[in-house]
């Protein structure tokens, strides 16, 4: 259980108490130091083939409880999300679906896939639920050829009366390659805080489509719906993307359903980063994709707090073509992978997880005021998700890159992040991104956020920028290594009083 036992409420299952809805916990299972026995087995097991990879495993666990985690994008699974992939689950091969395998013995594996998948539906409320994909990218990269599938290819088999694609003549298919290669996607511009795998060049997205990007009113930061109207009108895409990795806003999904309906594009929503707080319930009605989105997909490992992974959602509609992602993009599914899912699923459908998804965006609003009342400028002024992202050039003089690296002196791991038309471009950048998911799950609540802005001011105020020839450095910086230590040691006494995994003792 990450959470300490401070903080019970918000942690993931640990206590023989929080029983899955649909599979009780058996009594006596889960004792006080099961964790501990566990792991000390695995690790001896793991040393007898390769005593580096032990070591490692243990030197990771030890870095996590050294820094303050604000990454926006991570978490801490719980043991039993994670003792549920290192297992012989891993050892089967089972392309297809459900009962339509393309290998014998997959009847476990199958078990497995449908009640992963039966808890994404029901978590989400969703018509259908893929729970193959590896990665959020996967997700994506299915997601689009599903709808490549069904509004392209598709309707081109049926003119061509062809039941398949192998039923084509060599010029039909032809044709029909260029007209896939050729579709246009709309989504938020990257320095607005979209992501890279929704249409951008070094992304396949971006050699798959003809993208165009909305992005963020100017003066506000926030998302123009009128905008992306008109740029919907004017270039007719075949899909619009919502989503983001980087907005501290929530969405309208049913303005941007209506504007994908208006001009006849499939309106597919990418939730990876705040999947937890619609799970959680706290992103409902007009915030919530699902009821207003044609295909949602998203990552299990971000607030979400599964393993490493990816899940599409889809209206009965595409499910035809969703469930061919394997092998259409995506390799044999990860059967371990899919078990941790479904422990995570199960964790998430429990009510407890509805008060860490409101903890998480309290916290990130604690977070937000804390920098904001020291003097920092916050994108858009503030959050309403789980996520702050901080104008470290207006605020303190400094790149995205100097940030993230003092704050890490300062034991705060954090990651850089543009900012709309960032003078220091992708790489230095003009901001970092905070997130609360994994804080939250430790058990902080406001007043530590609050201490964490501190450090964080702290620290950034006391950083200038170091000297490199003769001009400014945008990568190098000097920062008083009392002030550093200062900042440990804040940052230490927080994580003593809300360690990671308490009960894990290695
Ligand atoms: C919005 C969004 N989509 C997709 C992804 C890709 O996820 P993964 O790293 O699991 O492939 C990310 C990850 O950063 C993301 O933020």
């Known amino acids: 259980m990450p959470a300490s036992s401070a903080a019970a409420s918000s942690a993931p299952a640990s206590s023989a108490s929080a029983a899955s809805p649909a599979s009780p916990q058996p009594e006596g299972v889960r004792s006080e130091g099961n964790e501990t026995i566990a792991y ?5 097991v793991i040393a007898g083939s390769e005593p580096s990879i032990a070591q ?8 996590q409880r050294r820094q303050l985690k604000l990454i926006a994008s991570e978490n801490y699974a719980s043991p039993a999300v994670l003792l549920a992939m290192g297992n012989w689950l891993s050892d089967k091969y089972a392309e297809g679906v459900p009962g339509r395998r393309m290998y014998a013995g997959c009847e476990v594996v199958d078990k497995v896939e449908t009640l992963a998948a039966e808890h994404a539906r029901e978590l989400f409320g969703a018509e259908f639920a893929y729970v193959q ?30 039941g398949h694609v192998n039923d084509l003549t060599d010029e039909d298919w032809a044709d029909l390659r260029r007209k896939l290669g050729s579709q246009r996607m709309l989504g938020m511009s990257l320095d607005a805080g979209g992501h890279l795998t929704h249409g951008f060049r070094p992304n396949i997205s971006g050699k798959m489509f003809e993208q165009s990007s909305y992005g963020v009113d100017a003066a506000s930061g926030l998302l123009d719906y009128d905008e992306v109207a008109r740029l919907a009108r004017e270039l007719r895409p075949l899909i619009l993307v919502a989503g983001y990795s980087a907005y501290p806003r929530r969405i309208d999904f049913a303005r941007m359903a209506q504007i994908a309906a208006d001009v006849g594009a499939t309106f597919m929503v990418d939730m990876a980063h705040f999947a937890g707080l619609v799970a959680g319930k706290v992103l409902t009605g007009d915030h919530d994709p699902v009821p207003h989105a044609d295909v949602v997909t998203t990552t299990t490992h971000k607030s979400l707090r599964g393993p490493r992974g990816g899940i599409v959602l889809a209206t009965a509609a595409y499910r035809e073509q969703v469930e061919r992602g394997c092998p259409m993009v995506l390799g044999g599914p990860l059967a371990h992978v899919m078990a941790a899912k479904a422990v995570a699923l199960a964790e998430a459908r429990r009510p407890a997880f509805g008060d860490y998804a409101q903890a998480i965006v309290d916290n990130a609003r604690a977070l937000a005021d804390g920098l904001s009342r020291r003097g920092a400028r916050l994108l858009t002024g503030g959050t309403d998700n789980h ?41 230095y950048t003009s901001g970092i991104r905070l997130g609360t998911p994994a804080l939250t799950t430790l058990g902080l609540r406001a007043a530590e956020l609050d201490e964490v802005a501190d450090i964080i001011d702290t620290t950034l105020r006391a950083t200038t920028v170091a000297t490199v020839g003769t001009g400014p450095s945008r990568a190098r910086y000097e920062l008083d290594g009392s002030v550093a230590d200062a900042g440990r040691r804040r940052s230490a006494e927080l994580l003593s009083r809300f360690p990671l995994y308490p009960e894990l003792q290695l």
């Open 387 to 427: 996520l702050v992202v901080l104008d470290v050039a207006a605020s303190y003089g400094l790149t995205g890159r100097q940030a993230e690296s003092a704050l890490l002196d300062a034991g705060v791991v954090t990651n850089r992040n543009s900012i709309p038309a960032d003078p220091n471009g992708a790489w």
């Open 133 to 162: 994909p590896h990665s959020g990218i996967d997700a994506n990269l299915v997601a689009y050829w599903a709808i490549l599938a069904n509004r392209v290819e598709a309707p081109y088999l049926e003119a061509a009366s062809a």
């Open 40 to 44: 000390r087995a695995a690790l001896q």
């Open 56 to 63: 490692f495993i243990v030197e990771e666990l030890a870095a």
